[in-house]
């Protein structure tokens, strides 16, 4: 152990058993062979072994494989530490050196030496056992789970063989591990008691592996790199070379480039980020640059700054001989026109965008096939305006938007649900990206769904990764030492548990996904074509992935197993933007910075240290085969040059020509055009004529048909789109539309679906057709749902006889709920219609249809009463019907035997009852006694009834025994009508009721109540202690003093007990208001204190209080969640969502308040405030 000590106090860490033996009931000698590793870096790191260092050397390829000697049984046990996993490191770090071999435990790295261990008691010493035989003596730990699963990665083909029977056992130490099952043997000699020395040479190769890749990860970090050196730090695979076409001082934090149509390249600069992580103040150090290639050497060597004193551009888009730029708030147009490279001319198109976060600013502008710019909207979007005709307004609400740039006020919100980047594919599908989330599809138009004002869609963005999000990088470039500290830290914090795996390593996930791109054209080989890239600045690397179809959607995997396409040694690195260049090659924009990390996410004394500005760097790249040979040429001048364009093999070339052919607008392109598709066209070029004519008012149904006719199903999924582009063309194509909506592809189906809705209407055996086919596939069936406008009764019973009555599954029974939902929505004749085709449903399709409809009425407050007075005969017999089942209902809802779920279901459906529920039903469900489930269900149900005087007085009787968040229910209920109030009022008033027993918001909505009817006195108990905040403030002011006591411990408490309804921490709560991890970084006490007693002082626009008022005079609050052009989401406290359809508004009103009320200090004492904070500053790092 002396060598060890000598070790530490240079700084040269060494290997070393990791702990102590016994051995044959003696003690064992000490360890031999001690062996020093390289020196540790100055900055950031412990010696080998330590959860730092852990962490580092679990990232690469290789598995790292303990052997350890055990006292079960006498046995030895081989384990594997694959990955490293980040729950394992604590308890491995107890250990704080790497082993070496015999008895101690022994840390290597690589794969198991599977065809030299076996099975003592099961094979003769003459049959050595290997592969799927050495597999029965293993298994693999997990989280103590257990069931048969593969096995995760394996270095070797050893180490594959043993995937298929591996089983999952519970954890020993080392969560992840893989572990002997059995007492294990070399040849015939068994490992009881001493380690096989015959297995020596093998565990020295397999721990200098483990060594070099251990010293790989702890090396120093590389850069800055010199612009001719930066190259030799890349890593690329499938054969592609790397070329630098600009670097500085030519090119500066290049965020985006775009080329016009001469082949020149204009790049957005950002030089002003990270402005302290938000888009607002005083910015104009943005800039575009212009960059030509003077000699025709493939390198942009002439550089002119094209536009200066910009905001954040990141976006560019070449239109009439200048460019649109996506520059936060506003959408701009620059033109050169005195040809000095240099824009004279600006004009702002759009504007209105939002600014909260740098790294959610609009960006990414794409000419979309029917010609008008496509932009990706980061966060919440904004109200856009025209200048030109500012009387335009659009409200994005977390969408994108499209408009026309000859006529700007033409903008349209379409699906987004992106951050930064969107790629379209060749088949003309969109896809987007965030930073944890590195693909997404944009799966349906919002204007699909906005149709059926009824309809409340999913989100339209789907995260389509195999992996989900933050999926694993395999990144070659050393961890910075600031990511190892901070890892460091939170890794031995006593609230190590709360943090997510990808938050307790250095790197190696996917945290900074950006600007997605498809591989496509002859700078790429054909293993190549068609798959998607994405930048990983952070991890200084570029992810492949392969798409591919997944019913009407796709879904991604990784493409190579265990290494990334494009990777760099050079942590300056910073690839966040991909494009295809007019050459074929991929264009690669460098930020090259130390860290491009937003100062939100580190600690404030890690900020101090790292330089986060600009420091005058940046890189282009041109990533291509070695075998292409780059070569620009200008866009052709004449027509039928650009026709041969529009079926070229560079996505580039095609964009450029169907940009240049709209610009243009030349009398012969239509003819030319025409004349091309007859040919034996390169099937993209098909897609691209086709939305050429749209453009110019020539295409006609003769060339829509011959698309629908095509081989190819992308070409018939965008004839399909062409088809419903219009309401006349619908019309006109309704049967061809019908036929394709039995197409053998689910995408030209879906399609087809969506474009039958510009006509208006489809007919009900089309739409039950559709839902018979694919009930189970969510974007077809919603496309078919958002054509069920009406006649939902005879939808359900054609779909009944094309199953032939047969019981629904479980994807046929959630789609004829979701009808049903539509149905009670509707008109008086809609219900009453359906109503009558239920009473003819088999019973085992009418229950899921009552459930649907019940919603749908409570929904809209609909109810049974304006159905009894219909005068048909069929209706009357149907209402028998449902009213025999709502007393069913309401019987089983008070049965505690029945299951929770099924009691809450049976409780709304008895709420349709025209009958007023019995005064024991009521005191049953608002009972203390009663699940909470049940008591909301109840409050929700009564409320939908209306405010009836006997309603009421239930309620306010029921406030004491209702638990909080029935309680919580029951006020608002209360608040939401003038009557609610003046009940609650009365109870308050007469001392029913405490002042105490309500919540903050709901005693400063009734202290204005108060005052409105007159009862001062009242409404100065409601607001007794709310002192001005300043006056709170300064009494509290203690509280934040560093030299208060305070237990964080306490504080936990305090925060689940005040906090948690609307907020999350140690996965307890609910995200209603702003993520606490990220809002908490950087806080000293001080600020939480004036954030908590003062919460209007300063408030996020997102986490407005906004007040509905519904037409029938009820009133709700919340939070907007989501909202489309059908509906609105509201959000509360404890993640209460209340859906609220358009037609139900009459009003919408910001309170200018947050959701979290003033008057917290009658709850939190100064005492148990400082524990809160303490608790907060702990969580926040």
Not at 226 to 242: E, F, N, T
Not at 320 to 326: E, L, P, T, Y
Not at 765 to 782: G, N
Not at 1013 to 1024: E, V
Request: glycine fraction near 10%.
């Amino acid at each position: 152990m002396a060598n060890a000590q000598n070790s530490e106090a240079t700084g040269s860490p060494t290997i070393r058993r990791c702990r102590k033996a016994r051995h044959g009931g003696g003690k064992r000698p000490p360890a031999q062979g001690m062996m020093p590793l390289p020196p540790a870096p100055d900055r950031g790191f412990n010696r080998l072994g330590s959860p730092a260092a852990l962490a580092q050397a679990g990232t690469g390829k290789p598995s790292a494989w303990r052997l350890s000697h055990h006292r079960h049984g006498r046995r030895r046990h081989l384990r594997a530490l694959p990955e490293m996993p980040q729950s394992g490191l604590r308890a491995a770090s107890r250990s704080t050196s790497l082993g070496w071999f015999s008895n101690p435990p022994v840390y290597i790295q690589g794969s198991p030496p599977a065809g030299n261990i076996r099975s003592r008691s099961r094979y003769p010493a003459s049959r050595r056992v290997a592969g799927p035989k050495a597999s029965r003596s293993w298994s693999q730990n997990r989280s103590n789970e257990t069931g048969s699963y593969p096995a995760r990665t394996a270095d070797s083909a050893q180490a594959r063989a043993l995937a298929p029977t591996m089983r999952r056992q519970p954890a020993i130490d080392v969560p992840g591990c893989w572990k002997a099952q059995q007492r294990l043997a070399y040849g015939n000699m068994p490992t009881a008691r001493s380690f096989p020395m015959r297995l020596l040479p093998l565990c020295g190769l397999l721990i200098f592996s483990s060594m070099m890749r251990a010293q790989e990860m702890l090396a120093p970090p590389v850069g800055p790199l010199a612009p001719a050196q930066a190259a030799s730090a890349l890593q690329l695979r499938h054969g592609l070379v790397a070329e630098l076409i600009a670097h500085e001082p030519d090119v500066i934090d290049p965020v985006c480039a775009a080329f016009d149509e001469r082949g020149r390249m204009y790049v957005a600069e950002m030089r002003g980020y990270p402005n302290k992580g938000v888009g607002t103040g005083e910015v104009s150090s943005g800039t575009i640059r212009l960059l030509e290639d003077a000699d025709g050497d493939g390198k942009y060597e002439k550089s002119t700054i094209f536009a200066k004193g910009l905001r954040f551009p990141m976006g560019i888009l070449p239109w009439r001989g200048g460019i649109i730029v996506a520059m936060a708030p506003d959408i701009i147009y620059l033109k050169d026109t005195s040809g000095d490279g240099i824009a004279d001319e600006k004009k702002v198109l759009l504007t209105g965008f939002v600014l909260p976060n740098i790294q959610q600013l609009v960006n990414t502008l794409n000419l979309d096939l029917d010609g008008r710019a496509r932009i990706m909207v980061g966060g919440a979007g904004g109200t856009i305006i025209c200048p030109e005709k500012p009387e335009v307004k659009l409200e994005l609400r977390g969408r994108a938007c499209a408009f026309d740039p000859d006529k700007p006020w033409l903008v349209e919100a379409v699906t987004g649900g992106g951050q930064y980047g969107l790629a379209r594919d060749a088949g003309g599908r969109w896809f987007t990206n965030t930073n944890s989330q590195v693909l997404r599809f944009l799966a349906l138009e919002d204007k699909v769904v906005r149709r059926n004002p009824s309809l409340v869609p999913p989100p339209l963005t789907v995260d389509i990764h195999q992996e989900g999000s933050a999926i694993k990088l395999f990144r070659v470039s050393a961890f910075e030492p600031w990511r190892v500290e901070r890892t460091s830290r939170r890794a031995a914090s006593a609230d190590s548990k709360r943090f997510a795996r990808t938050e307790l390593v250095p790197g190696g996930y996917t945290t900074s996904g950006c600007s997605p791109a498809f591989l496509e054209g002859p700078a790429f080989s054909k293993e190549l074509q068609g798959s998607v890239v994405t930048c990983d600045p952070a991890n200084n690397l570029v992810h492949r992935d392969i798409i591919e179809p997944s019913g009407a959607g796709f879904t991604a995997r990784r493409a190579d197993a265990d290494a990334e396409i494009l990777a760099s040694k050079d942590n300056f690195f910073r690839p966040v933007h991909l494009a295809i260049g007019p050459d074929g090659g991929l264009v690669l924009c460098d930020f090259y910075r130390e860290a491009i990390e937003t100062p939100l996410s580190l600690p404030e004394d890690i900020l101090k240290r790292l330089r986060l500005e600009t420091q005058g760097r940046g890189r282009v790249w041109r990533i291509r085969d070695a075998n292409h040979k780059p070569r620009v040429e200008p866009a052709p001048s004449s027509v039928s040059g650009l026709v041969a364009w529009l079926s070229d093999s560079n996505p580039w070339r095609r964009n450029t020509a169907q940009r240049l052919l709209i610009e243009r607008n030349d009398p012969s392109a239509p003819g030319a055009i025409k004349a091309g598709l007859k040919a034996d066209l390169y099937w993209p070029g098909w897609i691209h004529g086709l939305w050429t004519l749209e453009r110019l008012g020539a295409l006609d149904n003769a060339l829509i048909r011959a698309g629908l006719d095509h081989a190819r199903d992308e070409v018939r999924e965008q004839a399909a789109v062409l088809a419903g582009h219009s309401e006349e063309r619908a019309r006109a194509m309704a049967a061809e539309l019908a036929l394709v909506a039995t197409d053998p592809s689910p995408r030209v189906r879906l399609q087809a679906l969506a474009s039958m809705g510009s006509s208006g209407r489809a007919a009900a055996d089309i739409i039950a057709a559709a839902l018979e086919r694919d009930a189970s596939d969510p974007w077809i069936s919603l496309a078919a749902l958002s054509l069920a406008t009406s006649d939902h009764g005879a939808i359900l019973e054609s779909w009944v006889k094309l199953v032939g009555g047969k019981a629904p599954d479980n994807a046929t029974r959630d789609a004829i709920n979701r009808l049903s939902v539509l149905a009670g929505d509707g008109t008086v004749t809609d219900r009453t219609s359906f109503l009558v085709s239920w009473s003819r449903l088999p019973e085992s399709w009418q229950a899921p249809a009552l459930a649907g409809l019940a919603k749908g009425m409570r929904r809209a407050g609909n109810s049974l009463v304006d159905l009894e007075k219909s005068k048909n005969p069929m209706a009357k017999t149907a209402l028998a019907m449902v009213k025999a089942r709502l007393d069913a209902a309401g019987r089983k809802s008070l049965d505690d035997k029945v299951p929770l779920a099924d009691r809450v279901e049976s409780l709304g459906l008895s709420m349709l009852s025209s009958e007023e529920p019995t005064t024991e039903a009521v005191e049953t469900w608002l009972s203390g006694r009663s699940p909470v489930e049940l008591q909301v269900a109840a409050v929700q149900g009564l409320a939908s009834r209306g405010t009836n005087p006997g309603t009421l007085a239930k309620v306010v009787e029921s406030l004491k025994g209702l638990s909080a968040a029935g309680r919580r229910e029951a006020e608002l209920f209360l608040a939401g009508s003038a009557a609610g109030r003046d009940a609650l009022l009365v109870a308050l008033d007469s001392g029913a009721v405490s002042p105490g027993l309500l919540e903050g918001a709901t005693r400063q909505r009734m202290a204005r109540h108060a005052t409105e009817r007159k009862k001062p006195d009242l409404a100065g108990r409601l607001t007794s202690g709310s002192a001005s905040r300043a006056k709170v403030l300064e009494s509290y002011k203690a509280a934040s003093a560093p030299e208060t006591p305070s237990d964080p411990d306490k504080g936990r408490a305090v925060f689940r007990k005040n906090c948690a309804t609307c907020h999350r921490l140690e996965n307890t709560g609910h995200v209603v208001g702003p993520d606490l991890l990220a809002a908490l970084k950087g806080k000293d006490k001080a600020t939480l204190l004036v954030a908590i007693l003062d919460p209007n002082r300063e408030i996020d626009a997102r986490y407005v209080n906004q007040v509905v008022t519904l037409r029938s005079g009820r009133t709700t609050t919340g939070l907007t969640a989501v909202e489309t052009a059908g509906s609105l989401t509201l959000k509360r406290a404890e993640g209460v969502e209340e859906v609220l359809l358009r037609g139900q508004i009459d009003s919408v009103e910001a309170t200018g308040q947050s959701l979290m009320p003033e008057g917290l200090e009658k709850e939190i004492p100064p005492a148990s405030m400082a524990d809160l904070l303490a608790y907060l500053i702990q969580q926040g790092g």
